[in-house]
Structure formats: C-alpha cells, structure tokens
C-alpha cells in the first residue's frame, strides 16, 4: 500500500488527478505562448531586415543578421529583402543581402524574382550581380515573362545582352505566345531588335493573334524596328490570323510612313484578307486619308472588291468619307 503523503492527507485522489491535467495544460499554454511570442520576435525582425533594405541601411542590415533575422522571409506578397533592394536600385545593399545568403531565385506570390525585378527597373548593374550569384534565366512570374522578355520590352540593351550571354532563351514565349523580339516591337525598342535576332530570336514566331513582330510593329507605327525586322529578313507578306499583312495593319492605323517603306520595301499593295479587303479598303473605312495616295501611286488598285463585292469608292461612299471618295475618283479620271 502506498505511503500517504501530507498532500494525499489533505486531498481526495480525484483532486490531484485534476490538479495533474491542468498543470500539464498550464504548461501547454505557456509553451504555445513562448512559441507565439518567438515567432512574432521573429516576424519582427524579418519586417525591420525588409523596410532596412528599402532604404539601404546595411548597418542595421548586418545587426539584425547577426541576430538571427530570417533573411528569406517575405512579406504578404512574398517579396524579400532582397528584392526590395533591387527594386531600390541599391547594389551595395544587394551584395550585402548575397553575401549574407540571400536566396537569389526566391519567388513572390506572382513569381517574381529578384532577376525579374532587376530587368523592370531596368537596373544592369544588379543584374549582372544576381547572373553571378547563378540567377536563373528562365524563372518565369505567372504571367509568363522571364526577365529578357522584360529587359527587351522596356529596350534594356545592355541587360539584354547580359541575359543572352547567361542563356536567356530568345525563343521563349509568354502566356499569350510573345516572345522578347515582339514584346520590343510593341513597343518600339530598336536598339535591342539587333541583338535578339543575333542571339536566336526567331523572326517568323506568332503569337495567339498569329501576329509577328514585324505585323506588330507595322500594327503600332514603330518604323525603325519595321525596318531592323525587315533588314534581318522578316517576311513583308506574312499574315496575321484574319489574314491581313503588315500592309493593311499600317494602313488601317493610318501610318503613311510606314505604309510607304512596307511598299517600298516590296509590300503587296492588293494583297485581301481573309474578308477580301485591301490596304486601300482599310483606309478608306477607317478614314485615314492621308495612306490613300502613298497607296495608289505604290500600285494600289481602286477597282479590286471585298467579300461583300465593294470596290474602295463605293465603301467610302457607305462610310460618308467625302474626302475619299473625291481622291479615288481624280485617281479613276487620271
């Protein structure tokens, strides 16, 4: 028989039983308390080593390494210290970060990564850091970019080379079929055309609207990269999905300078889409009058008919647009 404590004297066994669970629940509770409060300490730190990167104190950087800050932690949207760094441009707090152990490829929610980050800001210098630390190339964020199709958009030529150099794929594509050389031709970055189609950049790649960079660039008027295209041997005749050719995009935006270099260039002044319509068609329904003329003396012929059996005078005539309608009559006078 067991030897009766004091304690056992003073309380029924049941008592104590319930006096054990709640000590051990005492104990619980205290732990998960000391783990909460450590893991806030923690997330502390993480915020203080991130808003020290925005603003490049590497001092206080280095104290809160040394204190155990979690280098890698990201915010809400998973961005690091790291990147936040190189979208502030501050090479010496990035090497910092890398030195210390940054990871170089962590990702945001939207897969974002420090490369990535570096190429929209349009920041060499880091680039060149983040390629020497072994950054991936062809990381990709969700909406399929990778950082040359960055760096070509916003005419980067410098980190385009970087990231050629590093084996960037120039044929690569993004969700809607893009690749590096279109995404420069939309938006007018000749200085890079060059580089991309020596690097590998397929000139007859199309993308979801069966676009190529040369339709493109013909599409937004951007005449020195229809020119850098069509010196590397872009096709003047290619086709878009509606079956339209640089010819008639240039014409039905207006753009007589383009519309006179595609011509010369070796243009089909009567080549008809899909619907039948021409270059001259184009222009006159969408009233750009001015293309009428570089057209009609490019060999543009007012007497061909569209699917629905008009020639160009009488759909400027359905379309109210006098002024064509006068012009295409003087030429058919001529």
């Known amino acids: 028989m067991p030897t009766e404590t004091p304690l056992r004297a003073g309380v029924g066994e049941r008592t104590l039983q319930r006096l054990h669970a709640r000590s051990i629940v005492a104990a619980l509770l205290l732990s998960g308390a000391l783990f909460h409060a450590l893991a ?12 020290s990167a925005m603003i490049g104190d590497t001092e206080t950087i280095s104290s809160l390494l040394d204190q155990g800050a979690p280098i890698n932690e990201g915010n809400q949207f998973g961005k690091t210290a790291l990147m936040m760094a190189v979208e502030a ?12 152990g940054a990871a170089v490829n962590a990702r945001t929610a939207a897969g974002c ?11 060499t210098g880091i680039s060149a850091l983040l390629l020497e630390h072994k950054a991936y190339v062809h990381d990709r964020t969700r909406s399929g970019w990778d950082a040359l199709m960055i760096a070509s958009r916003y005419g980067i030529a410098e980190m385009v080379q970087q990231l050629l150099a590093s084996g960037a794929d120039p044929k690569a594509a993004d969700r809607d ?11 007018g970055e000749a200085g890079v055309i060059a580089l991309l189609v020596a690097g590998g950049a397929e000139l007859e790649s199309r993308d979801k609207e069966g676009d190529t960079a040369l339709l493109i660039a013909a599409d937004q008027g951007h005449l020195d990269v229809a020119q850098a295209l ?15 050719t640089a010819l008639i995009l240039a014409a039905g935006r207006g753009h007589a300078d383009m519309v006179s270099r595609l ?6 002044a009567n080549a008809q889409d899909a619907q039948g319509t021409t270059a001259l068609m184009e222009a006159v329904a969408t009233e750009h009058n001015a293309v009428l003329r570089p057209l009609l ?3 543009a012929s007012a007497q061909l008919r569209d699917g629905d059996n008009r020639t160009a005078a009488e759909i400027a005539r359905a379309k109210g647009n006098a002024e064509a309608a006068d012009i295409l009559a003087a030429t058919a006078s001529e």
Do not use: Y
């Open 89 to 100: 441009d501050d090479l010496p707090t990035v090497s910092l970060l890398l030195d210390r």
């Open 40 to 51: 806030a300490a923690e997330e502390d730190l993480a915020r203080e080593l991130r808003l």
């Open 230 to 244: 069509v010196h590397a041997g872009a096709d003047l005749h290619a086709r878009d999905l509606t079956g339209a």
């Open 113 to 123: 990564t420090a490369l990535t980050f570096a190429a929209e800001g349009g920041h």
């Open 297 to 299: 003396e490019g060999g």
């Open 263 to 268: 011509l010369a260039w070796g243009g089909d």
């Open 177 to 187: 079929g893009r690749t590096a050389l279109m995404q420069a031709a939309e938006k």
